[in-house]
């Protein structure tokens, strides 16, 4: 079996489970922005707008910023900037860049941007909130939201208990930075995760999504990585269930378009979506639909 690259881009997998779950998201952070917000309404995401904006802002792989456009119970629009920091040490001048951003979007679409920020760095003293920028006869005062994810080790029972994908995430993500230097102890979280959400009745689609980021963060040696697929694919068997990816993700490391076309068809008999099953195999969703239609067909006596 090849070994698994090292992943450093490590905004990818939060900005992939932020556009999907977005309302749940500053639900579970923001609880009073989210009270405010008409969720009836769809969301606007707003990338391509923000790319032109704050070019500066896809430089590196520290951050995952998100402009969304919502529409608040009053009936009027607003926009909301979620900035996500990964990076592992402060950084002096990030009140001050959350700042022109905001004055960037205002200048753009003439709306007073509510910008939140989540740290997910491991310092507990770096708790950026505001600036302040000061002239002879002038001072601009700004601040914003901030929740740093440090905090909610003191509310481990809460995240258990929550049912907001984002209360796993931030475990996943706590768990991955605790167990830096014990990859056995990260096995067992990365499973024990897993585990909890088919255990909570979690739909089929909140455990994909949160599967592709607990194996994006929770990166694991190759040997412990095939135990740890061992192990979920006995608890799949003992259950008898089969959600999503799970042992099919493991075969298809290795796997030819033969192979990959003869998981899709488990897949399809699980009634998983066809997007979800173009995800995971590499396969067009063309080639899965013309699959589809050949299982329907009536086999010839």
């Given at each position: ?11 990818t997998p ?6 999907q ?47 969304v ?34 004055i960037r ?35 601009l ?7 740093k ?36 102890q ?13 255990e ?8 994909f999504?949160?599967?592709?980021f607990?194996?994006w ?8 990585e095939?135990q ?34 003869e ?6 008999n699980?009634?998983?979506?066809l ?27």
């Open positions: 079996m090849p070994k698994r690259k090292k992943r450093g881009d490590n905004d939060w900005k992939k489970i932020l556009r779950y977005f309302p749940q998201a500053i639900e579970f952070f923001f609880p009073l922005v989210a009270e405010k917000i008409d969720w009836s309404k769809p969301c606007e995401f707003l990338d391509k707008e923000f790319q032109k904006i704050a070019p500066d802002a896809e430089q590196g792989k520290r951050y995952a910023d998100k402009l456009k919502v529409w608040l119970k009053d009936g009027r629009s607003t926009y909301l900037l979620l900035h996500v920091e990964i990076q592992a040490q402060k950084e002096e001048e990030f009140a001050l860049r959350m700042l022109i951003y905001n979007i205002f200048d753009h679409f003439g709306s007073f941007a509510t910008s939140l920020a989540i740290l997910c760095d491991p310092n507990s003293a770096w708790r950026p909130q505001g600036c302040v920028l000061e002239s002879p006869a002038t001072r005062a700004f601040e914003f939201g901030q929740v994810l440090l905090d909610y080790r003191e509310r481990w029972e809460a995240l258990e208990q929550s049912k907001n994908l984002f209360a796993p995430v931030v475990m996943a993500h706590l768990k991955t930075q605790e167990t830096k230097r014990s990859p056995k990260r096995k067992e979280w990365k499973f024990g995760l897993m585990r909890r959400l088919y909570q009745g979690w739909s089929q689609q909140e455990i999504y949160f599967y592709e607990v194996d963060v929770m990166i694991l040696p190759e040997a412990l095939t740890f697929w061992q192990e979920l694919k006995q608890f799949e068997e003992t259950r008898k269930m089969r959600y999503i990816t799970n042992a099919e993700r493991f075969a298809l490391r290795e796997a030819d378009e033969q192979a990959r076309l998981i899709a068809q488990a897949m399809l699980e009634g998983m979506p997007e979800n099953i173009a995800k995971l195999t590499k396969l067009s969703v063309d080639r899965i639909q013309q699959l589809q239609a050949s299982l329907s067909q009536p086999s010839e006596s």
